[in-house]
């Protein structure tokens, strides 16, 4: 009987021992809201991405929208305003540009990394531009240097949407620390897994205390926490009761619980494994589909940065995505689109069809596809997956 293969999904988890410990203490704890637990992980999670703060929200998307949210209020951004994003990203990239009555201005994407062309950006630029928002897509860095270059040049503030990309490096420095904001998302399939979850990275004093505002109603930052009372002088507790039930900017409710807190922090302390086996896997499939390469353009690591690998993206040359991706789940591999964004309905509807003025991910959106590349899948399935991908090209 032919052995049975489990699924080879595109995302896995396997809580340890450890982890579900944490979650327990914080039930123990019975202590749910912002304490401890969230403030380490948040201050941990920076310090590794570079930064001086970490803010942790509910979702990636809950994290880029406060961010537009932030520079759009202290900037004076109006509506209307623009803001440049990758023509290839995952849809709440641009969609936050959007719930906050902004409009996104797409850039087409490199056809051999998948991120955003910078040499693409600068005839985008309009008088009403007031940002750059680079994906670091599917774990590799997008070209920092020239994206800051172009801000710089252009006075336009960075929002780095990193919700597939963590501690990876771009010559050097961390994503998630060049620009303005760092946006993160420890959603399901991720690299650190906490259910729901977002992240802000930034280095900026008073844009960590509106973000945190922001994702707390607007509330006034005297008083964010339950700890926040706690052993003041007489003269500042009088302030902190005046100004407890006092918001000063048009909030939302993105809070997670301590538990998703203690999730992250327990799984940071094996973050260096989890790159390492991912960095292996993905080195594992291009060895053994190299000699395939006529068919398929890779997603390419240049020299200056790390590919931490969240996914394994590839483009077909040819025409036979269709066929080969039916070939793949038929045997239990799972295959997901490369995060097509312009054809999508909704984006049809508002935008209309502008597809076709963006070629590479025109590309990207017809023949484009990726699949698991997460720690949990052992050798002998990628040596499975490699040797299906062989049979379909044989056939
Ligand atoms: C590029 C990108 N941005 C934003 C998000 C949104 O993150 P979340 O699902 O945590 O809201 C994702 C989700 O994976 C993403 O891939």
Not at 60 to 87: C, F, N, Q, Y
């Amino acid at each position: 009987m032919a052995e049975q293969i489990r699924d080879i999904g595109v995302g896995g988890l396997e809580l340890t021992k450890e982890d579900k410990e944490m979650v327990n203490k914080v039930l123990d704890s019975n202590r749910l809201s912002y304490g401890p637990y969230v403030k380490q992980f948040e201050s941990e999670f920076a310090k590794m991405h570079d930064s001086k703060f970490g803010i942790m929200t509910n979702s990636g998307t809950s994290s880029l929208h406060i961010s537009v949210a932030a520079l759009k209020e202290r900037h004076g951004w109006e509506d209307g305003d623009e803001i440049i994003v990758p023509a290839v990203t995952f849809i709440a990239t641009s969609n936050v540009v959007l719930h906050n009555n902004m409009k996104p201005v797409f850039v087409d994407v490199e056809p051999n990394t998948f991120n955003m062309d910078p040499k693409l950006i600068e005839e985008r630029i309009t008088s009403r531009t007031r940002a750059i928002m680079p994906v670091h897509l599917l774990g590799l860095p997008a070209d920092m240097d020239p994206i800051m270059k172009i801000a710089k040049k252009h006075k336009l503030k960075v929002i780095e949407d990193s919700a597939e990309t963590m501690f990876a490096r771009y010559k050097g420095k961390s994503v998630g620390s060049f620009g303005d904001i760092g946006c993160f998302s420890t959603y399901i399939a991720h690299y650190i897994v906490t259910g729901v979850g977002g992240l802000n990275t930034t280095s900026d004093p008073d844009l960590a205390v509106m973000l945190r505002s922001l994702m707390n109603h607007g509330r006034d930052s005297i008083y964010i926490s339950i700890d926040d009372d706690n052993r003041q002088s007489k003269e500042k507790m009088k302030e902190i009761i005046s100004k407890r039930f006092s918001f000063v900017s048009l909030g939302h409710s993105f809070r997670v619980t301590e538990m998703e807190g203690a999730l992250g922090l327990s799984q940071l302390k094996r973050k260096d494994e989890i790159i390492r086996r991912r960095k292996e896997i993905a080195a594992r499939y291009l060895k053994g589909l190299s000699d395939l390469g006529e068919h398929f353009q890779f997603q390419e690591t240049p020299k200056d940065r790390d590919n931490v690998y969240m996914l394994f993206g590839m483009v077909c040359k040819g025409d036979e995505k269709k066929e080969l991706i039916q070939f793949l789940e038929d045997s239990h591999i799972e295959t997901r689109d490369l995060l097509p964004l312009l054809n999508q309905p909704i984006y049809k509807r508002i935008f209309g069809d502008i597809e076709g003025d963006y070629p590479a991910a025109k590309k990207i959106n017809d023949s484009g596809f990726y699949i698991g590349c997460h720690q949990y899948i052992t050798d002998k399935e990628v040596d499975y997956v490699i040797a299906k991908f062989h049979e379909f090209f044989k056939r």
